[in-house]
């Protein structure tokens, strides 16, 4: 069966409100999702302020949009990366953006994508404001980006009792797996990561000291865990069952 063709990004990078340092890491994040068919920095590149940025657009092949500030206090970026992208999407040509910003001035523009269907998939740091981070599907804080896609997570793991403490996550990992799970109560990783992301847009296993999301599971030690073959030459599945459902068998 042939392979599905990856999903064409477009990658916006507010410069004035990211840093070069994170961003062969965003990238190789961003091949998890798709192919970069568009990668543009914005910002006004006479400012020294953004001189640090030149190696890595040269490197990566980021296109630099120049916009200059007009008025002191004003962030004429925002404007110009805002515009750029109602301009891509109108196009018609892509099936997802990559916003890389903190800043929640680009809340509406990424709930106007999802309203046309696309995905959304936000970059930033942990102070970015809420409604940003609500408004995306999917948003990655870059402080848990490492720069290798396969590398271990940059957090100390948590240990089990410290997992367990947190009342917010038990709860999204059981009621996820309830969710997914079929009468006996399995439920495949896969569906119940899907429904995790719709209900946390941010919700990242790297976050607490983990890799992947079956890594975490498992080191809640709330669930049992089944690797099930899904066919001759195909990878096994991971499948999950909480340890406390009522009625298992």
């Not at 490197?59 to 007009?70: A, D, E």
């Not at 367990?164 to 495949?188: H, M, Y």
């Not at 209900?199 to 992947?212: E, L, M, N």
Request: charged share 25%; glycine share 8%; hydrophobic share 35%.
């Amino acid at each position: 069966m042939a392979n599905e063709p990856a999903a064409k990004l477009a990658v916006l990078i507010d410069a004035d409100n990211a840093q070069p340092a994170i961003i062969e890491a965003l990238l190789a994040e961003i091949a998890k999702y798709g192919t970069a068919h568009v990668k543009r920095a914005y910002g006004d590149w006479t400012d020294s302020h953004l001189k640090s940025w030149k190696e890595e657009l040269l490197r990566q092949s980021i296109q630099p949009m120049q916009q200059f500030g007009y008025t002191r206090g004003k962030n004429s970026t925002d404007s110009a990366l805002i515009i750029d992208a109602m301009d891509l999407l109108y196009s018609g040509r892509f099936d997802g953006f990559c916003i890389a910003s903190s800043d929640s001035d680009f809340t509406r523009l990424a709930g106007r994508i999802r309203e046309s269907g696309l995905m959304v998939y936000g970059f930033g740091e942990r102070k970015t404001p809420e409604p940003f981070v609500a408004a995306c599907d999917k948003f990655i804080y870059v402080e848990n980006l490492t720069g290798k896609p396969d590398e271990a997570a940059p957090q100390k793991p948590r240990s089990a009792a410290q997992l367990k403490q947190d009342s917010a996550l038990v709860n999204l990992l059981r009621n996820a797996v309830e969710a997914a799970s079929d009468d006996d109560g399995w439920a495949a990783l896969g569906p119940v990561g899907s429904i995790i992301s719709k209900q946390r847009p941010d919700f990242d296993a790297r976050s607490y000291g983990y890799g992947k999301l079956s890594g975490l599971i498992a080191a809640t030690s709330l669930f049992e865990i089944e690797r099930r073959s899904s066919g001759e030459g195909r990878p096994k599945t991971i499948h999950v069952r909480n340890h406390a459902r009522p009625g298992k068998r």
